[in-house]
């Protein structure tokens, strides 16, 4: 009679692997790093902007209270009319690009990503399993960030990357790796964006 065991196997604890914690620790202090880095820039470079904003106003005071070179304040008014313009016409891409990706499963890799005339947006993806296809295309199709989803084509393919799987052998309690290449669901789509510039 063969017995048969009813526990249920153990799980594998992750974490607990000691090269792990070293290397989760490395990049989390590179992660911040890289934070305060990037809000420090950002701090000293507003505080720049603001000094020239502040000289620049100065210069145009003393321009206007002098009475000369009214050629100058009106290119630098021309020029901040073109630049309040520019802004409020500026597409944040922010809310568009949240849209597309927050619903990705875990397994979908992003090929590629174009924007075109800043009014749609192009996508590559590959995926492995269909339904996860049919699922994130119902998703994308409900967010009121973009306009329409239209589907270029889906088709299903062989990956180009190898991945190596572990196989048993004729002979018992042996095993052989063997490099494989899986398939995927390619999917390409069109994606019209909204009339709002990504405000929301």
Same mark, same amino acid.
């Given at each position: =009679?063969?017995?048969?065991?009813?526990l249920p196997?153990?799980?594998?604890?992750?974490?607990?692997?000691?090269?792990?914690?070293?290397?989760?620790?490395?990049?989390?202090?590179?992660?911040?790093?890289?934070?305060?880095?990037?809000? =420090?820039?950002?701090?000293?470079?507003?505080?720049?902007?603001?000094?020239?904003?502040?000289?620049?106003?100065?210069?145009?005071?003393?321009?206007?209270?002098?009475?000369?070179?009214?050629?100058?304040?009106?290119?630098?008014?021309?020029?901040?009319?073109?630049?309040? &313009?520019? =802004?409020?016409?500026?597409?944040?891409?922010?809310?568009?690009?949240?849209?597309?990706?927050k619903n990705?499963? &875990?397994?979908?890799?992003?090929?590629?990503?174009? &924007?075109?005339?800043?009014?749609?947006?192009?996508?590559?993806?590959?995926?492995?399993?269909?339904?996860?296809?049919?699922?994130?295309?119902?998703?994308?199709?409900?967010?009121?960030?973009?306009?329409?989803?239209?589907?270029?084509?889906?088709?299903?393919?062989?990956?180009?990357?190898?991945?190596?799987?572990?196989?048993?052998?004729?002979?018992?309690?042996?095993?052989?790796?063997?490099?494989?290449?899986?398939?995927?669901?390619?999917? =390409?789509?069109?994606?019209?964006?909204?009339?709002?510039?990504? &405000?929301?």
């Amino acid at each position: =009679m063969k017995s048969i065991n009813l526990l249920p196997s153990r799980q594998k604890e992750v974490l607990q692997n000691p090269k792990l914690k070293p290397l989760l620790v490395i990049l989390l202090i590179i992660v911040l790093a890289a934070q305060c880095y990037y809000i =420090m820039t950002w701090k000293s470079e507003s505080s720049r902007v603001n000094e020239q904003g502040l000289q620049l106003d100065q210069e145009i005071n003393a321009i206007r209270d002098n009475g000369e070179l009214k050629v100058k304040v009106d290119g630098y008014r021309q020029a901040e009319q073109l630049i309040a &313009a520019l =802004m409020q016409n500026r597409t944040e891409w922010g809310p568009y690009l949240s849209a597309i990706t927050k619903n990705m499963p &875990a397994t979908a890799k992003l090929v590629s990503l174009n &924007a075109v005339d800043q009014k749609k947006i192009t996508i590559d993806l590959d995926f492995k399993i269909y339904s996860d296809v049919v699922a994130y295309m119902r998703l994308l199709e409900a967010e009121e960030q973009l306009q329409q989803v239209i589907l270029t084509s889906v088709f299903k393919k062989t990956d180009e990357q190898t991945t190596t799987e572990v196989v048993p052998s004729d002979i018992e309690g042996v095993s052989t790796t063997k490099t494989v290449r899986k398939e995927v669901y390619k999917l =390409m789509l069109d994606i019209e964006l909204s009339d709002d510039k990504g &405000a929301s």
